[in-house]
């Protein structure tokens, strides 16, 4: 059992600093070590934790006192600094998606396998309690053999055009969707094997940020199940939560919706009405809680006890895969296999408890 755990952390922007700050309040971790191209930025957020500023990613990946390495840079950024961080023996754990091209996914898969490190992906949805409740309901047979799936993950404007600087490196379904074809894949238990998705481009094109404002997506998995995945974000910054997030699995048996636009909160103001979100990050009384304080901490702890983490980097391969796909059918109109993909299961029941 390792008693401490010295984190470095590559990346600043809205989720680095936040992973940041949540894994300064586990009692078994120390944030030691913080780097980002914006070097004012990761100043501020070393000093909120108490952690020094390396000059780039190979100095935090090289540091002694950094035994695991939290990869948070954007989505197109992640595969060099996973590999190097595992080629150097550090535990990794990597925003999601893993990679953004079946090629990155598997050198980040070898580099993992080659070292032996604890190694995972951010898929934070998994410590979201209703669907955590789904997979279990789906296991033990509640909804019988799975039919058809449906998931949107949709955003205000304000994501692409004002929080995210490098909007144009990635698309809605990279950002968004990710989350949702690791879920439903999850909830199924199955290869997916073809796409056919579509994109729209418009909106944000005339803005000068070359991405979709919209995809959508139909997988086809090897047992026979349907998903469709939609992810859009060019909703207008009235809408009142920044995503629209709706979920729906159909089995031969049952049915189950996941509507998360309201969390238990609903706010009116003379200047504004929302649904808060407190289902994914929340502060209760100054600790942080909810599902990704959740996911990290999971982490730290198989990082200690050495036990694999829920999320495999193996089936985090398999959602780029699907991802992959997605794009090629896309940009070229046409249905697409989904490379194969060795699916890595995940840790047992008992060994997987946040």
Known sequence: MVEHVRFGVVGTGVMGAAHAQTLATHPAVTVTTITSRDAVVAGEVAG??????????????????????????PDHLHTDVAVAAAEAGKAVLIEKPLATSSADAARIAASVERAGVVASVLFNHRWVPAYAETYERIRAGDLGAPVVGYARKNDRIYVPTQMLSWAAQTTPAWFLSSHD???????????????????????????????PDAMQAQVRYAG????????????????????????????AEGVIHLDRKCEQLELATTKTYEYPRTMLQRSVHGVPAGAVRDCLWHFVDCV???????????????????????????ATGTLQRVDPVVHQASAPREEAAP
Do not use: N
């Open 48 to 73: 909120r934790v108490g952690a020094r500023v390396a000059p780039d990613w190979a100095d935090l990946v090289a540091d002694p006192e950094v035994d695991a390495v939290l990869v948070a840079t």
């Open 224 to 251: 026979g199940a349907v998903a469709t995945f939609e992810s859009c974000w060019v909703y207008p910054d009235t809408f009142p939560t920044m995503t629209d997030s709706f979920l729906e699995v159909v089995g």
């Open 304 to 330: 200690r006890s050495g036990t694999p983490p829920l999320v495999s980097v193996g089936s985090a391969a398999v959602t780029t895969a699907v991802l992959d796909a997605l794009h090629r059918s896309a």
């Open 181 to 211: 074809i690791d879920l439903l894949t999850w909830f199924f238990d199955d290869q997916p094997v073809e796409v056919f998705a579509t994109a729209v481009k418009g909106k944000l094109r005339d803005l000068g940020i070359d991405t």
